[in-house]
Nanobody
Framework: QLQACGGGLVQPGGSLRLSCAASGFTFDDYTIGWFRQAPGKEREGVSLISWRGDRTYYRDSVKGRFTISRDNAKNTVYLQMSSLKPEDTAVYYC????????????????????WGQGTQVTVSS
């Protein structure tokens, strides 16, 4: 299971930290990704981190503003979001890649086999 939390309402330019807590599988064997879905839009990949945490990837629109990290001792992945913009408003989901020790940089949703329930992030003044 994956459980995302940490969303909320924040003003433009503000910050939030999302957490994704995992259970039921060997957490440090899997790449974890963050995705988001805005109303009326397709779900899109935001960032991902390899099982050891030594490789990270970001979509272009969040580079330099978002930082993904993981604490394998706590079975948790984090997404630190700074300089938030209204266009970052979405439901954010964390997800686990289906295969161990694999990382895919194309954010293809079909490669992820378990998804968290989502947490709402709203950026508005």
């Amino acid at each position: 299971q994956l459980q995302a939390c940490g969303g909320g309402l924040v003003q433009p330019g503000g910050s939030l930290r999302l957490s994704c807590a995992a259970s039921g599988f060997t957490f440090d064997d899997y790449t974890i990704g963050w995705f988001r879905q805005a109303p009326g839009k397709e779900r899109e990949g935001v960032s991902l981190i390899s099982w050891r945490g030594d490789r990270t990837y970001y979509r272009d629109s969040v580079k330099g503003r978002f930082t993904i990290s993981r604490d394998n001792a706590k079975n948790t992945v984090y997404l630190q979001m700074s300089s938030l913009k209204p266009e970052d408003t979405a439901v954010y989901y964390c997800a686990k890649v289906g295969l161990k020790f694999r990382i895919y940089t194309n954010f293809s949703r079909r490669l992820y086999d378990h998804w968290g329930q989502g947490t709402q992030v709203t950026v508005s003044s």
